[in-house]
Each structure stands twice: as structure tokens, then as C-alpha cells.
């Protein structure tokens, strides 16, 4: 009996050969970096902390809103070049570590952005957390802590914290 006659059954083939009997070549294809947007932002973020808000209708607060925040920044004895104001409905889709890769932050305080969407675990309004070793706050809208002064009294309690104050 020849060699070029033999037949052999496709199940006792299969029974022989765990692997490929030619090793196939797995190539890698390298995963597409992200292309972030440039973030632009209102102040000179000179302490490096870093607020998100969420504004759809303005490019970032009305004007009572802004005053407010003025006001909660100088009772922590900050003031606007300190900051880094971002308004994150500018950049949809782009989560915390994206912001943290262009700007600078030692602190993050987010107001009304839901903490999935910034790629953060489920958060307490004013409680700080962290991310990455960066102390972070969850707060409520500012214009509804304008109208709430519980809710003010409660950001007040979370920043001190954040601050250290």
C-alpha cells in the first residue's frame, strides 16, 4: 500500500492536530489614539483645579450664575485665575481623563454632569471622592443652588473638605 492512497478519516485528523499544523501569524493592530478636541476655558488655572459645568443654552454662565460662583470661589479664598471654568456640553463624549490630559488639576469640582458620562463611579452630591489621586466633588446645578440655601450650605461643607478650609 502506497502513502499517496491512504486515506485518513477528518475526525481522527481532528483527534491528531490540537493546533494548526502551520502557525498562523496574528497581527496587532494598534488601537486608534483618541484625537482630543483643544479645550478651551475661562480662567488662567494658576492653583490647577479644574470645573466642569454643563450649559447648554450659553458659552459658559449667565451672568447671576458666574456672580454666584465668583462669590463661592472668594469665600475660598479663590478667585477666577485660579480656575479652569470648562463647559463640557462643548465637548460631548470626552471623559475625565481627557480633560486631565490637557488640563492641569489637583482638584475637580463638577456641577449637574452625571459621573458616568465623566467616566467616574456613582457619586453622593457633596461628597468628595477620588480619581486617579485627585480629590473630586460632585455638585448639584449652579443655578439651583442659587435658589436652595440648604443646597448652598451643603457645597459650602463639601468645599471645605476639598479645600481643606
Known amino acids: 500500500m502506497s502513502l ?25 493592530v494598534p488601537a486608534e489614539a483618541k484625537v482630543l478636541p483643544e479645550i478651551k476655558y475661562l480662567g ?7 470645573l466642569l459645568i454643563q450649559n447648554e443654552s450659553e458659552a459658559y454662565l449667565s451672568e447671576e450664575t458666574f456672580n ?18 470648562v ?5 460631548s463624549g470626552l471623559r475625565l481623563q481627557d480633560y486631565l490630559q490637557q488640563i492641569p488639576a489637583r482638584q475637580v469640582i463638577y456641577f449637574a454632569i452625571d459621573p458616568a458620562k ?16 485627585i480629590p473630586v466633588l460632585y455638585s448639584d446645578d449652579l443655578q439651583l443652588i442659587a435658589t436652595d440655601k440648604a443646597l448652598k450650605g451643603r457645597l459650602w461643607m463639601g468645599l471645605k473638605q476639598l479645600f481643606g478650609i
Open 4 to 28: 499517496e492512497r491512504l486515506q485518513l478519516d477528518p475526525f481522527l485528523l481532528a483527534q491528531m492536530y490540537h493546533q494548526p499544523i502551520i502557525p498562523e501569524e496574528i497581527i496587532v
Open 44 to 50: 488662567e488655572n494658576q492653583k490647577n483645579i479644574l
Open 68 to 85: 454666584l460662583l465668583a462669590n463661592i470661589l472668594n469665600a475660598c479664598k479663590l478667585g477666577m485665575q485660579d480656575v479652569a471654568l
Open 87 to 91: 463647559n463640557a456640553a462643548n465637548y
Open 118 to 133: 465623566l467616566g467616574l463611579p456613582p457619586a453622593q452630591p457633596y461628597q468628595t471622592g477620588s480619581f486617579t489621586g
